[in-house]
């Protein structure tokens, strides 16, 4: 697995650096947004630790840069801890969100409870897997990880296909924050409900499921058969 660390502080970038190889990943660091954008064209990177403050581009734009070209998780360490900035990260596409300072054992958990999300192949509806899946305009190819609005092929990121496929999986159940939250992110992330409710919002937006995608008030949501 490769991991690109895009951080300009040395000492946290080496940090992670050192960290992660012992670990058994493939790493690169960049100190700068624009070593990192770079980075991302030669390295391709199966994830990305991003530094939201670096010294000539905001980590905040990078990740949505990133979440519209790439179809990469993203974890954004930084030492902003503001729920509101958490928020935000999120609403850009970041996957977790890591404060300085840290713990490698935290960082080593966030990056195998992503990697385990992804290497999962079923999610309930089994039968689904291995065709197109089609909802109105809306295409899913799970086999590809492809999703198309109206014949074109609408980019997400690895979380929001997760919750996507798993809430079309589950179609008709009425599913709560909280499982959505436990079983899309796992038990051991440390966000809260307000992350799945970002999530959907973003869903709804892309890929135009303001009606499929039905809110239970006081309990969660429900993707409507």
């Known amino acids: 697995m490769r991991i690109l660390i895009?951080?300009?502080?040395?000492?946290?970038?080496?940090?992670?650096y050192y960290g992660l190889t012992r670990e058994g990943f493939e790493v690169m660091a960049a100190n700068t947004g624009e070593e990192g954008m770079k980075a991302l064209e030669t390295f391709r990177p199966d994830m990305l630790l991003l530094d939201w403050m670096l010294p000539d581009i905001s980590g905040l734009d990078i990740c949505?840069?990133?979440?519209?070209?790439?179809?990469?998780?993203?974890?954004?360490?930084?030492?902003?801890?503001?729920?509101?900035?958490?928020?935000?990260?999120?609403?850009?596409?970041?996957?977790?969100?890591?404060?300085?300072?840290?713990?490698?054992r935290e960082v080593?958990?966030?990056?195998?409870?992503?990697?385990r999300?992804?290497?999962?192949?079923?999610?309930?509806?089994?039968e689904e897997e291995s065709k197109v899946i089609r909802v109105g305009d809306l295409e899913i190819l799970p086999e590809?990880?492809?999703?198309k609005l109206r014949g074109e092929e609408v980019p997400l990121?690895?979380?929001?296909?997760?919750?996507?496929?798993?809430?079309?999986?589950?179609?008709?159940?009425?599913?709560?924050?909280t499982l959505l939250l436990d079983t899309v992110w796992g038990y051991d992330f440390y966000g809260d409900t307000r992350t799945v409710d970002i999530h959907?919002?973003?869903l709804r937006k892309k890929l135009d499921l303001h009606d499929t995608i039905q809110t239970v008030f006081g309990v969660g949501y429900k993707f409507a058969k």
């Open 108 to 115: 080593i958990a966030r990056i195998n409870t992503i990697r």
């Open 200 to 202: 959907v919002q973003r």
């Open 117 to 126: 999300r992804l290497e999962k192949e079923n999610w309930g509806g089994q």
């Open 144 to 147: 590809e990880m492809v999703v």
């Open 157 to 177: 990121t690895p979380k929001e296909y997760e919750l996507l496929l798993y809430m079309y999986n589950n179609r008709g159940k009425v599913l709560s924050r």
């Open 64 to 104: 949505k840069s990133v979440t519209e070209k790439w179809n990469i998780p993203i974890i954004m360490i930084t030492a902003r801890s503001y729920i509101d900035d958490r928020v935000r990260g999120l609403e850009m596409g970041a996957d977790d969100y890591i404060t300085k300072p840290f713990d490698m």
């Open 6 to 16: 895009i951080e300009d502080e040395e000492p946290i970038a080496d940090l992670l």
